[in-house]
């Protein structure tokens, strides 16, 4: 699975299971996620629209591979606090709680979903920044010879 692709579900994830409750979405942090997201996608698409034209100034290239590194850790600083704000929607009206029939019955507490997921999310995070970082340095090491052999 790809980077887009993983950014995609996560992203529905937290837009459909998340800031779905009414009451959650006027909360400051869901906009603050929005403009998260979009500094990302503001940073990455250009870049790749240059990369597809012609080659990419010096500058943008730094922008993608340098600032969307610290953009995408506190995207998911606040993914993890919007997470964590709506455990007591979730805890209050018991939504997406349910018992499985099983050969063991099974009762499945949405809150405690949620609550495991902020560690994977944590550790998919820490993944991700190592994989940016080794891809920053390659690119930014691939324009420099870039500049040398010209």
Not at 131 to 137: F, H, P
Request: glycine share 4%.
């Amino acid at each position: 699975m790809g980077k887009d692709e993983k950014n995609v579900m996560e992203r529905n994830f937290l837009l459909f299971l998340i800031i779905s409750q009414e009451e959650f979405q006027s909360n400051t942090v869901v906009c603050v996620l929005f403009y998260m997201w979009n500094i990302l996608d503001l940073l990455r698409y250009p870049y790749e629209l240059l990369c597809l034209i012609s080659s990419p100034s010096f500058n943008m290239l730094w922008a993608r591979y340098t600032v969307s590194i610290p953009v995408y850790v506190l995207s998911v600083i606040v993914e993890g606090i919007s997470i964590f704000l709506t455990l007591p929607y979730y805890e209050s009206q018991g939504t997406y709680s349910a018992q499985f029939k099983t050969p063991i019955s099974v009762y499945v507490h949405f809150p405690y979903v949620l609550m495991a997921y902020l560690p994977l999310l944590a550790t998919g995070t820490g993944v991700s920044v190592l994989i940016l970082l080794e891809e920053r340095r390659q690119m930014l090491k691939s324009w420099t010879t870039k500049i040398k052999t010209s």
